[in-house]
């Protein structure tokens, strides 16, 4: 099973989400930015690199949020959320097509791929 990691990136009340490239598998779903963890580094290492190379910022990794497994046709996949907030730079999509802030609220207007639907439907649950 593969380990992928995502950050839910805050900032005051709103959750940055990126939009698939649309060439991409699962391409223009909405996600929590983040990526598949390397040998031998941490969910929250991978987590630092993906974004730095995803969105071109600096992030500091916050708690644990919460999990999921996905499995789908070619491969299962354990999905891990932690919290994080910038700290240096400017939000540039690099492997996106696009990038939105938004309130908890506003997730329900996003068509989410489907690992992380789950953890939007927590965050609604908890937040709401």
């Known amino acids: 099973m593969r380990k992928v990691t995502a950050a839910i990136i805050k900032d005051k009340n709103r959750l940055l989400i990126a939009k698939r490239h649309s060439k991409d598998p699962l391409g223009g779903k909405w996600e929590f930015p983040g990526g598949k963890v390397e ?9 630092v690199r993906e974004i730095g190379e995803e969105l071109r910022i600096e992030v500091k990794i916050g708690s644990f949020y919460d999990d999921n497994v996905y499995s789908s046709q070619d491969h299962d996949i354990h999905l ?13 999509p690099v492997v996106h097509d696009d990038l939105r802030w938004v309130t908890i609220k506003e997730l329900a207007n996003f068509d989410f791929a489907p690992a992380d639907i789950p953890i939007v439907k927590n965050l ?3 937040y709401i």
């Open 124 to 126: 609604e649950r908890e």
């Open 80 to 92: 891990l959320f932690y919290w994080a907030e910038i700290i240096n730079g400017e939000v540039t």
């Open 39 to 47: 040998s031998g580094e941490t969910p929250e290492e991978c987590l």
